[in-house]
């Protein structure tokens, strides 16, 4: 990920684009802009969706974006499953995030 110096009006001018551009594919349950550290030591902005009970829109999502798939990372939570997928677009962090209940635990 190149490290850019994001505003948190760049994050949400990139969220608003993403959702205007994938209008098509429901919408996330949650996002959020989300300031961080860079490596580069100063506060930068990004873009945190969130896909709840939905795998299949998780992955509507990450192949809509252009995430790549081998980056995905998987992790038990709760009662279930989790998985992250992180990249840049519109030059802005981005981080598209699920988690679903997995049958019988």
Same mark, same amino acid.
């Given at each position: ?5 994001? *505003?948190? &009006? ?12 994938? $209008? =098509? %594919? ?27 009970? *939905?795998? &299949? ?12 798939? $081998? =980056? %995905? ?33």
């Amino acid at each position: 990920m190149t490290t850019l110096a994001t *505003s948190r &009006a760049d994050a949400a001018h990139a969220l608003m684009m993403m959702l205007t551009e994938h $209008g =098509d %594919i429901p919408q996330p349950d949650e996002f959020e802009l989300h300031e961080y550290e860079s490596d580069a030591g100063h506060p930068d902005w990004g873009v945190v969706l969130v896909v709840n009970e *939905s795998l &299949a829109r998780f992955e509507q999502w990450r192949a809509a974006l252009d995430l790549d798939p $081998g =980056d %995905i990372a998987y992790r038990s939570c709760h009662h279930g499953a989790c998985m992250s997928a992180v990249g840049e677009i519109h030059g802005v962090p981005v981080e598209l995030f699920a988690a679903a209940d997995v049958p019988g635990k």
